[in-house]
């Protein structure tokens, strides 16, 4: 865990700092939400709601961290392979994210497009990147379709298209 406050604080430095102490409880709460081995690639700032929302993407997700000064939090996971689209916009020097996710749209306003900029790119360099590792559902279609053309010449036996298709689904 500490390894991992280290990561978020070193990242944390490409934000500004009015953003840093705007988001302090976010940041601090940010190591328990992520996986051991879930490296932090990009952060950010904005409103989210009401309150300040800081977004982080890593390897496999876009999380959004709400820490309330009251006391509450609230984390909010995006998986890449739920996210359908991200739109994004600026003006005057501020932009907004807008998340589009298995029917559910979260929209996060007021980033500062020297910190929306890279995130973006960075999300978006995650996204192709995790897109291109994960077999689409064609490819397991075409490999289903081989194997049955395999086994109906013969080339393989009840038994072992049976144990080549288990393991292409599981």
């Known amino acids: 865990m500490a390894d991992k406050s280290f990561e978020i604080e070193e ?96 929209t996060i306003t007021q980033i500062a497009t020297a910190e929306l900029n890279p995130f973006l790119e960075a999300l978006e360099a995650q996204r192709a990147r995790y897109a291109h590792a994960t077999p689409s559902s064609a490819t397991y279609v075409e490999q289903l379709e081989r194997l049955a053309k395999l086994h109906d010449a013969g080339a393989l036996s009840a038994e072992e298209f049976v144990a080549a298709k288990s393991r292409l689904l599981v």
């Open 11 to 106: 990242k944390a430095k490409s934000l500004s700092l009015v953003n840093r102490l705007f988001a302090r409880k976010s940041l601090k709460g940010l190591a328990s939400a992520l996986a051991d081995d879930e490296p932090v690639v990009a952060l950010a700032v904005g409103t989210y709601g009401n309150w300040a929302g800081l977004l982080c993407c890593t390897d496999r997700q876009l999380l959004i961290l709400q820490k309330r000064m009251l006391g509450g939090a609230r984390v909010e996971r995006f998986p890449f392979e739920k996210i359908s689209s991200v739109e994004h916009g600026a003006l005057l020097g501020f932009g907004k994210l807008t998340i589009n996710a298995g029917g559910h749209r979260s």
